[in-house]
């Protein structure tokens, strides 16, 4: 894989205020948002937020308890924007998946999401709602419940690991630019010696991109189709492999 050089020069913006007596958390939340997706994570501070709303550092947290509280406020905000698509109470390859394609735009459109996710645990509201919703699909769509679980987090953590290998490639830099990365690496390389990356190289500058992302979602419901049917047709020999080994399903994040 070509070395890639993503860097975020994302310039400083003034701040605006705010008019006298009409901060609240849902501002400080948006500009917080703003500053995230601007110029990164690391840049949240409370000053900085301050700053960007034009106000003093203290009037802050009047509205917010500290910047735990407001990180975890943001990412309520934008977990809160995601739904479960209507449908049967059992499709889970409309609904579930769908829910997964959702979940996926935003956290390109965010591209903190995944680390805040990752870091603070899944423990905001809408997050719980969500959960319920998808985990009874896949119960009701014949899924027993371990693997109700595991078919899920398989298919959530597909989603941010995808995000995460697409975002330096092809977010934080054009396409072009990650697909000239490929070329310029392969064309110093010995055909002789390295035959298959010459032979491959139309499909390698493609391997950050939807298409690459489909293709191994495509795999992941496939399989998770085939146990789904399995499931259902042994109910009761599931039911007490699962029984047997308590400690694999506990967490101490949801």
Do not use: C
């Not at 995944?114 to 014949?142: K, N, W």
């Not at 491959?200 to 419901?221: H, K, N, T, W």
Request: no cysteine; aromatic share 6%; proline share 6%.
């Amino acid at each position: 894989m070509p070395a890639q050089r993503s860097g975020r020069d994302a310039p400083k913006r003034a701040g605006r205020r705010v008019p006298r007596n009409t901060l609240s958390r849902s501002l400080i939340v948006e500009a917080a948002l703003e500053l995230i997706d601007t110029a990164g994570l690391e840049a949240v501070t409370m000053p900085s937020v301050a700053r960007r709303l034009g106000v003093g550092t203290m009037s802050l947290y009047r509205h917010v308890e500290d910047k735990g509280d407001l990180i975890d406020a943001v990412a309520e905000g934008v977990m809160g924007q995601i739904a479960v698509p209507d449908g049967a109470s059992d499709d889970w390859e409309g609904r579930v998946v769908g829910y997964l394609r959702a979940l996926r735009e935003t956290a390109v459109a965010h591209p903190a999401l995944g680390r805040i996710l990752a870091d603070h645990g899944l423990t905001v509201g809408p997050v719980f709602v969500q959960l319920e919703t998808v985990h009874g699909i896949l119960v009701r769509a014949g899924f027993a419940p371990r693997d109700a679980v595991r078919a899920f987090y398989s298919l959530f953590t597909y989603v941010f690991g995808s995000v995460m290998w697409e975002l330096p490639r092809v977010h934080q830099q054009s396409a072009d630019a990650y697909a000239a990365s490929w070329n310029s690496a392969i064309d110093a390389l010995n055909p002789s010696d390295y035959p298959h990356l010459h032979a491959l190289r139309p499909d390698l500058i493609s391997a950050a991109s939807p298409d690459q992302f489909e293709y191994g979602l495509s795999l992941l419901v496939e399989s998770l189709r085939t146990r789904a049917q399995r499931s259902s047709s042994h109910p009761a020999v599931t039911s007490t492999r699962q029984s047997g080994n308590p400690q694999a399903s506990r967490s101490s994040n949801p």
